[in-house]
């Protein structure tokens, strides 16, 4: 019998809390506890039970001493985050007690684990599928409420629950093409590849459908990237320091105050912005600033969408025209500022520049416009295509690209199908299509893949 090896970490964050974990799994966890761990009434590890905690001792065996005083967690495999013998020594969360916890755990028969490790085994003996482990790191990187209920549903299953019902769905289909194959005659064929055709459309739609999540389930997970742009002096900064509600930004009458990119998480109504601020766009001789206003351009390439502030107390001006004609084919919101001001900005124009881009009239000073503004953004990121706060989504380019691999399988699955080709033809258009599900829940997927995702995860994971 292959016996895995036993593997140990420090599970909580490093630095000073008030209880730290050390955690280990494999067949000598129990083992190694028992060498240090010194219960109340001599009680040792081997004779706590299955999911109880003891409160103790650690003890160094080399010397005797007291290392710290703990409750130890046991919880014999399968009933456990691994399905491996698992023990948690519960410590002071001190990094000296921690550390010398786990160089106790290594002295007897431990290793060290990897980034993500023990949540692989949880995948590989079978607890959780793969999208479910992505999920649990997606959990510990929430920004929002919003994010961590898209993580826990996909905990709980109800990403891998619908993948699983699609693959259910080809297996059958491939079932039933199979048992026409060595029929002698031809109708029972073309009869079921038709029952087949039928039911691959209705797939598709499904397919379809959860599609459509991507963008949402993307945004959720990693925040939607806002860039704030406009030239010096319009109130870029002001804007980021009302959205996050504190003065983070430096903030003068001077044009170009902000000389660098500041970089922030705001939580919009559950929508986490990773929002920029950037040095005003400027023609400008200052290098840094420069420098600044290159990072800012950059910055626009890349970002899901651009804050455009215009200063509605001024005519429009040259830089203006400039960071207008930078929103073309990009997702943005121009924002008319100042308009507590006396107005002498020719909006006329501005629509001049601009197709579909919503315009807002907004005061930061005064906070007017900046709930509306809120909304709009929420709007975008739900309002899409579909409007959807629950269930499955597709949170990150791995899982879209598999989805998409497998919807052009099953869209060949059709060709073939109505190209009259024989069921043998259609039964292997289908099996890729399953193939590529199965690489989402991790049923269909390589050791190399497998890695690169938990190699991802936080130590002690
Ligand atoms: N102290 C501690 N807190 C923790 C965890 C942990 O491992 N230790 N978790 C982990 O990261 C999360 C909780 N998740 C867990 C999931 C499954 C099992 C588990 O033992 N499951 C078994 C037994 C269930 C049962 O009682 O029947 C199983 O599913 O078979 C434990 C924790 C969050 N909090
Ligand atoms: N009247 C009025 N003044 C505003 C408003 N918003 C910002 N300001 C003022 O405009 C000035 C410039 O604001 P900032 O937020 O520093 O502008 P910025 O766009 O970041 O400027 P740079 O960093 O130089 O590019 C400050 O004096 C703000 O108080 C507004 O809605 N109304
Ligand atoms: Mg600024």
């Known amino acids: 019998m292959f016996v895995e090896d036993t593997i140990s970490t420090i599970a909580t964050a490093p630095g000073e809390g008030a209880i730290g974990i050390i955690r280990m799994s494999g067949s000598l966890t129990i083992k190694i506890a028992e060498t240090f761990f010194r219960g109340i009434n001599g009680k040792s590890a081997r004779q706590i039970a299955s999911q109880q905690v ?48 786990l160089a106790l755990t290594l002295q007897y028969g431990a290793r060290l684990s990897e980034p993500g490790e023990f949540t692989k085994r949880a995948f590989l003996n079978g607890r959780l599928d793969l999208s479910q482990a992505e999920a649990v790191m997606d959990i510990i990187r929430a920004k ?13 299953g109800a990403l891998s ?64 990237e806002t860039v704030i742009l406009g030239k010096p002096n319009v109130g870029k900064s002001s804007l980021l320091n009302a959205l996050l509600k504190e003065k983070r930004a430096i903030v003068t009458d001077i044009p170009g105050t902000t000389r660098d990119v500041i970089e922030e998480f705001v939580n919009l109504s559950g929508v986490p912005l990773k929002i920029v601020d950037t040095a005003g766009i400027r023609e400008t001789s200052d290098i840094i600033e420069q420098m600044g206003v290159e990072k800012a351009k950059e910055f626009v390439v890349t970002a899901d969408l651009i804050l455009l502030l215009l200063d509605a107390s001024l005519p429009l001006s040259a830089e203006d025209r400039e960071v207008l004609t930078m929103l073309s084919g990009k997702q943005a919101i121009v924002l008319v500022n100042k308009t507590d001001l006396p107005v002498l ?30 909304q709009m953004i929420v709007d975008m990121v739900y ?79």
């Not at 907004?362 to 007017?368: A, D, H, L, Q």
């Open 161 to 224: 629950d619908q993948i699983r019902k699609m693959r259910y769905e080809i297996l059958r289909m491939i079932a039933n093409l199979e048992a026409t194959i060595d029929f002698p005659e031809e109708d029972i064929e073309v009869l079921a590849a038709q029952d087949v055709r039928a039911a691959v459309v209705l797939l598709l739609a499904d397919v379809n459908h959860l599609l459509l999540t991507k963008e949402t389930g993307r945004i959720l997970r990693e925040g939607l």
């Open 54 to 101: 003891a409160y103790g001792h650690i003890i160094d065996p080399d010397n005797g001493q007291v290392i710290d005083e703990v409750l130890l967690l046991v919880m014999h495999g399968p009933k456990s985050y691994t399905r491996e013998d698992v023990v948690e020594i519960h410590c002071h969360g001190g990094p000296v007690p921690m550390k010398k916890i």
């Open 144 to 156: 929002t409420d919003a994010s961590l209920r898209m993580a826990v549903g996909h905990l709980s």
């Open 345 to 374: 900005l020719n909006l006329d124009e501005v629509y001049t520049y601009i197709a579909d881009t919503k315009v807002l009239k907004i005061s930061v000073m005064e906070g007017t416009g900046l709930p509306e503004l809120e």
């Open 383 to 461: 309002g899409g295509e579909i409007a959807q706060k629950e269930g499955a989504f597709l949170t990150n380019l791995r899982q879209a690209n598999l989805l998409e691999q497998a919807k052009y399988h099953l869209e060949a699955t059709v060709a073939t199908i109505d190209e009259g080709m024989p069921s043998d033809c259609i039964v292997i258009d289908l099996k890729e299509s399953w193939d590529k599900l199965g690489e989402i829940t991790g049923d269909t997927v390589g050791e190399d893949i497998i890695d690169q995702i938990f190699t991802q995860f936080c130590i002690g994971k």
